[in-house]
């Protein structure tokens, strides 16, 4: 049996997520933490906008969730249309990885579930990984929100069952 990968010594800087986030037909190879023109399905001021794709490395979170005595890690991704400001981000979301087999795999992606009314994408951040369950804080933009302030807040819960997160 292979070792796993210790995730903590992984150059999250410089890895290759899944494109399905920001809506891309293939993988995502980020350098220094950013890809820049990404093809993608979004649309933005023009059909099919290409994105820039950012990985929070600052705010990776590390704990264990499948229950094996191994940390997983929660990465924090931003997909934005090419050159943009705050009213051209399009999605936000957290990839949750495991290095069971000595690679990279991707065991859930997890998005705000409160309704999207600003421009930009509402925002998660990891609070909390233990055995079975990962928690995050879900801010949200309420009507009438300026783009800079989203003001609702929510505590949001995933379950690992069955090797994979389900919202609950």
């Known amino acids: 049996m292979e070792d796993p990968l210790d995730l903590r010594a992984v150059d999250w800087r410089n890895i290759e997520i899944p494109g399905s986030l920001c809506k891309s037909p293939k993988a995502i190879s ?10 993608s399905d979004f649309d933005g001021p023009e059909p099919d906008m290409p994105q820039d794709v950012a990985a929070m490395t600052k705010d990776i979170f590390y704990g264990d969730i499948t ?31 495991d290095g069971d087999s000595q690679r990279l795999s991707v065991i859930g992606t997890l998005t705000s579930r409160q309704p ?8 998660l951040k990891v609070t909390r990984m233990k055995a079975g369950r990962i928690t995050a804080t879900d801010s949200f933009y309420r009507e009438g929100d300026p783009n ?17 997160l389900v919202a609950r």
């Open 148 to 164: 800079c302030c989203p003001s609702g807040q929510a505590m949001e819960t995933w379950v690992y069952q069955r090797d994979r």
């Open 116 to 123: 999207r009314l600003g421009e930009p994408p509402n925002f």
């Open 67 to 97: 229950g094996d005595d191994r940390d997983e890690a929660a990465l924090p991704v931003l997909c934005a249309n090419h050159n943009s400001t705050a009213a051209g981000q399009r999605a936000m979301g957290i990839l949750v990885f």
């Open 30 to 39: 980020l350098r220094n933490g950013l890809a820049t023109s990404v093809p």
